[in-house]
């Protein structure tokens, strides 16, 4: 397949994906009938560089993901909870933002991030023993601590670099996943509680080191295999964020004669970052209580009202970019490596509410960026004489 082909191919998929038909895309993009359309995705027209643009815009693609090597394969998307109305515009707008997001780290000359890691386990003997150790090992390689929703956002986005997004789903997912030419992605539902997102995060992070042998290809056309991925995620989740040995001790702390209060388990879910019931459910699992006891006391009236009054002081809302790509794209700019109007482009905003992005982010306004600072030593270790660097 030639390059003309592989876009062609690229751009009917992303269509057909999106539902629209040919008559719909030519309006859209200011072409005068589908012919056009219908040749261009045959490969057997020239594509107008403003064409391509408008094509990429419409059908959320990035042009350098159109432009990719013919034999590569676009990124796919693994949905949790998905449903009918999983938008494919969201799906295809999310890989759009990955590849984006990849294409700024390169402009900035990022060293290389640290491999995320990887099982291809045997998907048909894979067991919840197997998500427990495999959460054992992430809990350690990734150095969480005792309280590991605490840091995991941060080495996920700054050790191994995954592009973390957030947008209000409405019902049409919790969260996905996906693993391509940019790395590890995860879209997160910006609607739901911040401890439910840690779940979610956790639970994700499982999919993504299991992409191998739960492969999206796999699940999505076993609903068996399904099924029991989502169940070894969820098992998985649960021990990363409450790990056997700090879990279990600082249950074991509250209990007083036998016994745990309501303030305490409330307190204990606000302290690992997770929902009451994920609390209650790991406390199950370590043999805490019994199943019966959760239930009874997820449909306590009074437990309930504790737990409601406990989560305005830990809530928060994800902001509409994701800080660290836009620092990227501020950097890119500021040192000549990006145009303001592509800043501004990338950002989603017109370029004069670009300032207002700078403020928002609370990013400096002035040159700042470029100050330069004296030099006292050699940096082979001797410290005669003085190298400096003039300020500008």
Same mark, same amino acid.
């Given at each position: ?20 038909? $040919? ?8 072409? $005068? ?38 034999? $590569? ?320």
């Amino acid at each position: 397949m030639d390059a003309r082909q592989a876009i062609a191919k690229r751009l009917k998929e992303a269509r057909e994906r999106l539902g629209i038909t $040919q008559d719909d895309l030519a309006k859209q993009v200011g072409i $005068q009938n589908r012919q056009t359309i219908g040749e261009i995705e045959k490969g057997t027209r020239e594509i107008k560089a403003w064409e391509l643009v408008e094509l990429a815009n419409a059908l959320h693609l990035d042009i350098n993901h159109l432009l990719l090597n013919p034999s $590569q394969e676009p990124a796919k998307v693994l949905w949790r909870d998905v449903t009918e109305a999983s938008a494919p515009d969201v799906e295809a707008e999310f890989l759009k933002r990955c590849s984006q997001y990849y294409e700024l780290e390169q402009l900035c000359d990022l060293e290389k991030a640290k491999e995320f890691p990887r099982t291809e386990a045997d998907p048909v003997s894979f067991s919840e023993r197997d998500a427990e150790e495999l959460a054992r090992e992430c809990q350690r390689d990734f150095d969480l601590g005792s309280f590991p929703a605490d840091s995991l956002l941060s080495v996920l986005e700054n050790r191994y670099r995954v592009k973390i997004w957030y947008e209000s789903l409405s019902g049409r997912g919790s969260a996905a996943a996906s693993r391509g030419p940019f790395g590890c992605a995860i879209l997160m539902n910006a609607d739901e509680a911040p401890w439910r997102r840690n779940f979610n995060f956790a639970h994700e992070v499982f999919h993504l080191i299991t992409w191998g042998c739960f492969a999206p290809a796999l699940l999505e056309s076993n609903a068996e295999m399904k099924a029991k991925a989502e169940k070894f995620a969820d098992v998985f989740a649960a021990r990363l964020l409450m790990p056997a040995e700090g879990f279990e001790s600082a249950v074991e702390a509250r209990i007083d004669k036998g016994k745990i209060s309501y303030l305490s388990l409330v307190e204990l879910a606000r302290r690992f970052d997770v929902s009451t019931t994920a609390l209650l459910i790991r406390m199950k699992d370590a043999r805490f209580i019994a199943s019966t006891e959760v239930s009874r006391i997820l449909s306590d009236r009074h437990f309930k009202q504790l737990d409601t009054r406990s989560m305005p002081e830990k809530w928060w809302t994800p902001p509409r970019m994701p800080p660290r790509f836009v620092n990227l794209a501020f950097f890119a700019y500021k040192s000549g490596r990006l145009s303001r109007l592509m800043c501004a482009d990338l950002l989603g905003v017109k370029l004069a509410g670009l300032d207002d992005v700078i403020r928002q982010y609370d990013l400096p306004e002035s040159d700042s960026l470029d100050t330069r600072i004296p030099i006292t030593c050699d940096p082979t270790g001797d410290d005669e004489g003085e190298a400096s660097v003039p300020a500008p």
